[in-house]
Structures are given as C-alpha cells and as structure tokens.
C-alpha cells in the first residue's frame, strides 16, 4: 500500500508568483484534503475535495484553489504569493465512510521572498 | 466553532519518566479526537484516536481517553524515550471524522537522556 505523498519537497518563489503543489492520495482513498502549517503553529485547514468537487472550505481566500482528478490525486494552486503564505503545505487523504482517518504526507515547504 | 486547546510547551523530560500532555476541547456535535505527532522535518502522523466517548486510543505505549464530560483528551506515556522527542498536536473532526481537522497549537516535547 502506497502513502500519501507530495511534490515538490521544498520551494522557492517571489512574491506576486504563482505556485502548483501536487498531492497523491494513498490507494484506496477517495478524499483529499490540504492544510498550511506556519512555522510554530498548528495546521489550519485550507479545503478539501471528494469526487472532484470542493467538499468545504476554511478561511482563506480565492487565490487559494484546487483540483482533484479521476485518479484522487490533487492540485493546491496559489496565486500572487505573499510573504505570509510561506509555510509547509501538508496533503492528507482519507477514505469517506463512518471511521474516516486523514492521513497525512510530508508535506512541501514553501519559502515566498 | 470548534476549537482545540493543547497545553503549552515545551516539554522537557528524562527518559523513563511520566507523560501527561492537556488537551480540552469545544465542538458542536460529537466529535472524533486525534492524537498526531510530527518528528522533525517531517509531516504528521495518526498516533492515535477515539470517536466516542470513554473510548480509549492507545499506540506505542501512548494512551488517551475521550472523556466527555470535561470535554478533554489527554495524552499519556508511562515511561518516555528519547525517540519520543516531537511535537505533538491533538485535533478533533466532526462527522465521524469525514470533515476538517480543527488542530491545536502543538506541544513540543524533548526527552533527555
């Protein structure tokens, strides 16, 4: 059985630049969901997708967006990065049914300078 | 809303000694409760969890009970190790688990041999 992973592992932007994070849920799983983790803190949930379609949202604005495909894996796409936005990015997936458990990747450290 | 209090760190403890880590929570509804822990550099992982109430979560000599009652979730460890050495965040989702997990701020815990 496959985790759940993420790409890229790190990253480096400019403010005002656009940036794609990419999610592969583990097998099975059918529901993604994303988080941001500021240095310190703990995650704040950003959205999540189940079926391809936005299944909720948290308090973050529309330059935040996503996708989720056929195959469950998912995109985190942010536009006109700020320097608030650096943070790590964390992907979990989970399967929708009475005993759901998110399960977490590594996550993608973005650095916005 | 719904909110996750964790008590504050950090921790610093010898090896072998008690672990008791606070966390109380708010939630309209009756909420799963998680126990996660991130190593460093890492991403988070299920340590443990409960979806009802009285139930116990246990894992790697780890322990929380889901007390309704006093709204609380504490997390114990009856002789720590140094490779316990993490922060550690408790959380809670509604739903069975199926929605967002709201996350406390973490407790960075240390182990000294």
């Known amino acids: 059985e496959t985790g759940v992973t993420q790409s890229p592992t790190h990253l480096i932007k400019t403010r005002g630049q656009q940036v794609t994070l990419r999610c592969s849920s583990q097998s099975g799983h059918n529901t993604v969901s994303w988080y941001q983790q500021a240095l310190g803190q703990g995650p704040q949930f950003i959205f999540q997708y189940y079926r391809e379609e936005e299944n909720g949202r948290g308090n973050f604005p529309p330059r935040f967006s996503g996708l989720q495909f056929p195959n469950y894996s998912s995109e985190l796409n942010v536009n006109a990065l700020e320097l608030d936005d650096s943070a790590l990015y964390l992907c979990a997936s989970s399967l929708r049914d009475n005993t759901d458990t998110q399960y977490f990747g590594p996550g993608t450290r973005l650095t916005v300078l | ?113």
């Open chain 2, 1 to 113: 809303g719904n909110s996750v209090t964790q008590m504050e760190g950090p921790v610093t403890l010898s090896e072998e000694a008690f672990l008791t880590i606070n966390c109380t929570y708010t939630a309209t509804g009756y909420p799963s409760l998680f126990w996660y822990v991130q190593y460093p550099g890492e991403g988070l992982q299920l340590l443990l969890k409960a979806t009802k109430a009285d139930d116990k979560g246990s894992n790697k000599g780890f322990e929380a009970t889901y007390r309704k009652e006093t709204t609380s979730f504490h997390l114990e460890k009856g002789s720590v190790q140094v490779s316990d050495s993490a922060v550690y965040f408790c959380a809670l989702s509604l739903n069975f688990g199926n929605e967002k997990l709201t996350f406390g701020t973490g407790t960075r815990l240390t182990i000294i041999p």
